[in-house]
Nanobody
Framework: QVQLAESGGGLVQAGGSLRLSCAAS????????MAWFRRAPGKEREFVAA????????YYADSMKGRLTISRDNAKNTVYLQMDSLKPEDTAIYYC??????????????????WGQGTQVTVSS
């Protein structure tokens, strides 16, 4: 079964940090593009960051640039999203997504056909 499983969300104070994990299973993702999206209350799903597994080249949303680091661990088949200097407006459900590598940068949610169930991030004032 091909599956993405997010973890690492939780409650954090403003200015704090979290590291989200996306564990991929069922196949090798070396030929895939990985991404993080988020959905805040009352808003549509928003692009956060993308990562081409093979090349290791990240792409970040302007709204969070300078506060994000996306990386991979080949041995664990896992993609990480390090988030620093978190703000209350970062509160959202964060989703991991994947697609076979193609268009770059892959920032449209319509390009992705494999999704995790999300992990809640709550940033308090």
């Amino acid at each position: 079964q091909v599956q993405l499983a997010e973890s690492g969300g939780g409650l954090v104070q403003a200015g704090g940090s979290l590291r989200l994990s996306c564990a991929a299973s069922g196949r090798s993702f070396s030929e895939y593009d990985m991404a993080w999206f988020r959905r805040a209350p009352g808003k549509e799903r928003e692009f956060v960051a993308a990562f081409r597994w093979r090349a290791g080249v990240p792409y970040y949303a302007d709204s969070m640039k300078g506060r994000l680091t996306i990386s991979r661990d080949n041995a664990k088949n896992t993609v990480y999203l390090q988030m620093d200097s978190l703000k209350p407006e970062d509160t959202a459900i964060y989703y991991c997504a994947a697609k076979f590598m193609s268009n770059w940068p892959p920032r449209s949610s319509y390009e992705y056909d494999l999704w995790g169930q999300g992990t809640q991030v709550t940033v308090s004032s």
